[in-house]
């Protein structure tokens, strides 16, 4: 180490042979008037270099696995949001190849996956019912999602009592069905706001049709 006569302790060289702490506050001080330029040359180099990058990293990343791994943890417990929003771009920028890989572990786990699929619908009957509801809207392209706590609060909100004659619903297998106010085949939309609990035999009853006329036929 030799002296330097701004720090004037003896400290650090370069491999210019400059003093290490004095070109660290040279750097800081050059990038703090100038963050906005320096940020969008980054940014400039990285799309024209982006396949060299990730040929780098994908080299790194086979050299030290298990370090790269440790990094990347931590990396994502100090950056929570900006982790999440990196993973939701992309699975969406990746959805084809997710979708194949999805298929392939399938047919090659398709046992594994059916006796998980029973175990998470038996641990949560509600979201059970809103995603049986959901797919019934998406193939049919109706607009809304369900919540998946809704039966839930249906049933309290009903006090167990079907919306239409008043009978005993049963919140536990096999339970009692959800039901479209305004019937998809008739324009409803698939949001809570359109849903009610109905005994079996009023849900089966009822069917697609309109509310109006199907009260009116039951004589209100």
């Given at each position: 180490?030799?002296?330097?006569r701004k720090c004037e302790v003896p400290t650090e060289r370069n491999k210019a042979g400059k003093?290490?702490?004095?070109?660290?506050?040279?750097?800081?001080?050059?990038y703090a008037a100038n963050k906005e330029k320096i940020k969008a040359a980054a940014r400039d180099w990285y799309t024209a270099?982006?396949?060299?990058?990730?040929?780098?990293?994908?080299?790194?990343?086979?050299?030290?696995?298990?370090?790269y791994k440790v990094k990347?943890?931590?990396?994502?417990?100090?950056?929570p949001t900006r982790a999440k929003e990196n993973h939701r771009?992309?699975?969406?920028?990746?959805?084809?190849?997710l979708n194949e890989v999805g298929r392939a572990w399938y047919i090659a786990n398709s046992d594994k996956s059916k006796a998980s699929t029973k175990k998470w619908e038996s641990r949560n009957p509600d979201a059970k019912a809103a995603h049986r509801q959901n797919r019934r809207a998406r193939v049919i392209a109706a607009q809304?999602?369900?919540?998946?706590?809704?039966?839930?609060?249906?049933?309290?909100?009903q006090k167990g009592k079907c919306a239409i004659c008043a009978t005993g619903l049963s919140d536990v297998s096999p339970r009692s069905?959800?039901?479209h106010i305004t019937p998809l085949a008739k324009g409803g939309a698939n949001c809570?706001?359109?849903?009610?609990?109905?005994?079996?035999?009023?849900?089966?009853?009822?069917?697609?049709?309109?509310?109006?006329?199907?009260?009116?036929?039951?004589?209100?």
């Amino acid at each position: 180490m030799k002296m330097c006569r701004k720090c004037e302790v003896p400290t650090e060289r370069n491999k210019a042979g400059k003093c290490k702490p004095c070109a660290k506050r040279r750097s800081n001080a050059r990038y703090a008037a100038n963050k906005e330029k320096i940020k969008a040359a980054a940014r400039d180099w990285y799309t024209a270099n982006k396949a060299q990058v990730k040929s780098v990293k994908k080299a790194l990343y086979a050299a030290n696995p298990e370090s790269y791994k440790v990094k990347s943890k931590a990396w994502e417990l100090a950056n929570p949001t900006r982790a999440k929003e990196n993973h939701r771009a992309w699975k969406i920028a990746n959805r084809a190849y997710l979708n194949e890989v999805g298929r392939a572990w399938y047919i090659a786990n398709s046992d594994k996956s059916k006796a998980s699929t029973k175990k998470w619908e038996s641990r949560n009957p509600d979201a059970k019912a809103a995603h049986r509801q959901n797919r019934r809207a998406r193939v049919i392209a109706a607009q809304g999602v369900l919540s998946t706590d809704l039966f839930g609060r249906l049933y309290a909100l009903q006090k167990g009592k079907c919306a239409i004659c008043a009978t005993g619903l049963s919140d536990v297998s096999p339970r009692s069905p959800m039901d479209h106010i305004t019937p998809l085949a008739k324009g409803g939309a698939n949001c809570d706001s359109n849903i009610q609990l109905l005994c079996k035999p009023c849900n089966s009853r009822k069917g697609a049709k309109d509310p109006a006329e199907f009260m009116r036929l039951l004589g209100f």
